[in-house]
């Protein structure tokens, strides 16, 4: 079996660009290869202060209402993304199924 070379360096520093960006925006590593390249990426839930979005939404007529469901239903799950170059050379990005959503 042949193994064709499709990352180059230019592909390799977009990756890892991409992968410190994720990482400073609370995204922690799980999984990593660098004969594939590939990275999964976990961000965990955060909490949502539901008591002061209640006393948000009574002083403002329900309107803040829109805000706390919003933030409970994105905050409120644990992301897994993947981070890969493809055979193309190309890099992409993808949503992970896991079991603990």
């Known amino acids: 079996m042949e193994t064709y070379q499709f990352v180059n360096e230019k592909n390799i520093e977009q990756f890892n660009q991409m992968i ?7 995204f922690v590593i799980t999984e990593h290869n660098d004969k ?13 202060n539901h008591s002061l979005h209640l006393f948000l939404t ?3 007529f329900g309107l803040w209402s829109l805000v706390w469901i919003y933030l409970s239903i994105t905050l409120s799950r644990k992301k ?12 992409f990005e993808d949503k992970c199924l896991s079991k603990e959503n």
């Open 20 to 26: 410190s960006a994720k990482t400073r925006n609370g």
């Open 36 to 48: 594939l390249p590939y990275v999964v990426l976990s961000k965990e839930k955060k909490a949502i």
């Open 58 to 60: 009574c002083i403002t």
């Open 80 to 91: 897994n993304i993947l981070v890969a170059v493809d055979e193309d050379g190309n890099l």
